[in-house]
Nanobody, 125 residues
Framework: QVQLVESGGGLVRPGDSLRLSCAAS????????MGWFRQAPGKEREFVAA????????YYRDSVKGRFTISRDNAKNTAYLQMNSLTPEDTGVYYC??????????????????WGQGTQVTVSA
């Protein structure tokens, strides 16, 4: 089992930045690929970003490329999502998730075994 706890969400204005953290406990963090997903009210949960076990490969949905950066610190058992130039369309509950191996499909929810409880991000003027 891997327990994941997100933090860092909040209410911000368009153009602001936020940094989300995902603290992991349980099994060896470096054995898992990590992903961030988000869910807006009334919408499906969607992929945002993913990072490989050692952090050497990252993946992003098109709408966040150039604005969001996923990273991890295996020594601290923590994954991060730095979000810049936020827009109202980025509003939602953000979830981190852990996958033993997402293969060539880091954006597929069913590849992820463990999920956090989510942290709310609201972008509003």
């Amino acid at each position: 089992q891997v327990q994941l706890v997100e933090s860092g969400g909040g209410l911000v204005r368009p153009g602001d930045s936020l940094r989300l953290s995902c603290a992991a406990s349980g099994r060896t963090f470096s054995n898992y690929c990590m992903g961030w997903f988000r869910q807006a009210p009334g919408k499906e949960r969607e992929f945002v970003a993913a990072i490989s076990r050692a952090g050497s490969r990252t993946y992003y949905r098109d709408s966040v490329k150039g604005r969001f950066t996923i990273s991890r610190d295996n020594a601290k058992n923590t994954a991060y999502l730095q979000m810049n130039s936020l827009t109202p369309e980025d509003t939602g509950v953000y979830y981190c998730a852990a996958a033993a191996d997402y293969g060539s499909a880091p954006d597929r929810r069913d590849k992820y075994l463990y999920w956090g409880q989510g942290t709310q991000v609201t972008v509003s003027a």
